[in-house]
């Protein structure tokens, strides 16, 4: 039976020693599988294909020693984010993000690409104009009020679940599923995952009605913006390169994950201007993007190709269990929880010959 795992937004994230280099060559004992152990083995058809058209490719300038930097994004599933979606697919085909730069580069915060004239505290020229025909937002579209039938799914199991546990309880105050701790927060927000995303539910008017909001997870790409009634064309992108900060969950629109390249950008210099900004001064730090391209529209032989473990998979199950509750033999004392950002999704390239 495929079990589905909700995790409480507000559960403390699991700390992961790192082993030391004489516990590295020691020979390991017998033990419980690794969450990656438990990936390798997961037969091919838990594995989802990323159709090309959900991914991007973004090429910065080399790097000081010349070497090639890509990184490839894959962009957010319905129902969530998908004006900005079809946005960011419009720029991309109008090669409007060819040649704008890494402007704000924020320790354990974000990294921030956009027009470096555009909204930028240190920006002095001309804004570069946006194509026709882009999609105008409002607050509302950050969160999903009808969510598809796997979310819905998850949400009435969990409901009806805890209903039976704590019948005459509000709030909620959490029970254990299986080693699986789900747990309360004071304002009623909770997690879980769909179609290979992380997401988090609250309850409004009553246990079966909710909303759904992306999770701020490292890693996750977002619209910047500027104050409310403003939410973002899609013109101006960050991805999260610390701490996952979840206040801005439901705050902002997301629409995807960096997948590939990762390093590329969170290895950038800081800015020292007002939250990360490159001043003026650190104009050579600005990192050039060169293109940036919708896979669909690259040759056969240059569109990246990557799959997810389905969230919905048993082995994902396993997976999420052992994050949360380290028994491989490094480890002592299971955690008994974990938040959701600390379970990232696997994904891997998809070999020549699969």
């Known amino acids: 039976m495929k079990s589905q795992i909700l995790f409480c937004a507000g559960l403390l994230t699991a700390a992961i020693s790192i082993p030391t280099s004489a516990a590295l060559a020691q020979e390991a004992p017998e033990g419980a599988p ?6 390798d083995a997961a037969p091919q058809a838990e594995w989802v294909t990323i159709a090309p058209e959900d991914l991007l490719v973004m090429t910065l300038a080399p790097d000081a020693q010349g070497a090639s930097r890509k990184v490839v994004i894959q962009l957010m599933p319905a129902p969530f984010s998908q004006g900005w979606v079809g946005n960011i697919r419009k720029l991309a085909r109008a090669k409007w993000y060819d040649d704008i730069t890494v402007n704000r580069v924020q320790d354990n915060y974000v990294v921030q690409w956009g027009d470096p004239n555009y909204d930028n505290p240190e920006g002095e020229g001309e804004a570069k104009p946006l194509p026709e025909g882009l999609s ?6 950050y969160v999903v009020t009808k969510p598809n039938n796997v979310m819905r799914k998850l949400h009435e199991s969990w409901v009806s679940r805890f209903n039976s546990e704590y019948p005459d309880r509000l709030p909620l105050v959490g029970y254990e599923a299986g080693d699986l701790r ?13 179609h290979g995303f992380p997401y988090s539910f609250k309850l409004i008017t009553s246990l079966f009605d909710g909303s759904f909001a992306p999770a701020h997870c490292y890693g ?6 500027g104050y409310s009634p403003d939410t973002g064309s899609g013109a101006e992108l ?23 390249g ?11 201007g007002a939250l990360g900004f490159y001043t003026a001064e650190e104009a050579d730090k600005r990192t050039p993007i060169l293109s940036v391209r919708v896979a669909s529209d690259l040759p056969d032989g240059e569109r990246p190709q990557f ?5 919905e998979s048993d082995t994902f199950a396993q997976y999420a269990d052992a994050r949360a509750n380290r028994r491989d033999p490094f480890f002592i004392v299971p955690a008994g929880g974990a938040d959701i950002c600390n379970i990232p999704v696997p994904v891997r390239p998809i070999s020549a010959g699969e």
């Open 136 to 141: 105008v937002m409002g607050e509302e579209e």
């Open 34 to 39: 690794s969450p990656n152990e438990i990936v």
């Open 182 to 194: 789900i747990a309360d927060v004071p304002i009623g927000v909770y997690a879980a995952f769909n």
């Open 307 to 311: 799959e997810y473990l389905s969230t």
């Open 238 to 260: 960050y991805t999260v390169i610390g701490h996952a900060p979840r206040h801005l969950d439901r705050n902002i629109a997301l629409v995807g994950r960096i997948i590939f």
């Open 262 to 272: 990762m390093e590329h950008l969170s290895s950038l210099p800081r800015g020292s």
């Open 220 to 225: 996750m790409v977002g619209v910047g913006r």
